[in-house]
């Protein structure tokens, strides 16, 4: 078993190696407490060597492809925006995928006060920064698919940061734009067209952008 496993490692590094910021380090992290949990991946607060706090996105293998890791990764990793949580690493050991990304400081959805919402020009300040991420994810060709409060982050500043990249996609891709067809997502954040089974990633990302908006402001997600 071990040799078995050795050599699947040496072969991970060799697709690896199209993709340098794919590096397996875990010994680099100390995990500690659980951040959050979902049903298929913990976020854990860790420490790497230099005392710098990040969070580590724990996925089992059971619960994720290997193709899929490495597009989380490889998207995530090639984003850039100051209101998109900072890709750090990612590693795997013999039962994870891991994502090692900045630390955030609260998240957007346990701000929210049920039936209430946010603060209205709170409100206005996070929304404005979504869109911004957003308008940037897809200037890059890339949708997002799992738009939702619980998926914005604060940094040190107060500023929203998008995060969780594990349905992102590339909607724009060597020159066409694709129609997609994967059900994924949070379904009280989905456009109609998502259930449908054919829809543009870009345009179902707006209308969860929208949905968040109402919740932003009401606290509630709408009906109907």
Partial sequence: METVYYLRC????????NYPFLVSIMEKYELQE?????????????????????????ISKGDMSLQMFLREAKIHGSLRHPNIVEFVDSYEDRERYCIVMKLGY????????SGVG?????????????????????????CHRDIKPENMLIDGNGNLLLSDFGFSTLFFHKGRRRRLRSFVGSLEYMAPEVFEGDYDGSLADIWSCGISLVVFLTGTLPVG
Avoid at 106 to 113: D, L
């Fill in 10 to 17: 040496f072969l991970l590094r060799l697709v690896v190696s």
């Fill in 34 to 58: 659980t951040l959050a949990s979902g049903s298929t991946a913990k976020i854990k607060k860790a420490v790497v060597v230099g005392n710098e706090k990040c969070a580590v996105k724990l």
């Fill in 118 to 142: 946010l603060d209205p020009l709170l409100a206005h300040f996070y929304f404005r920064q979504l869109v911004s991420a957003v308008k940037y994810l897809h200037s890059k060709g890339v």
């Fill in 106 to 113: 609260g998240e957007v959805g346990n701000m929210i006060w």
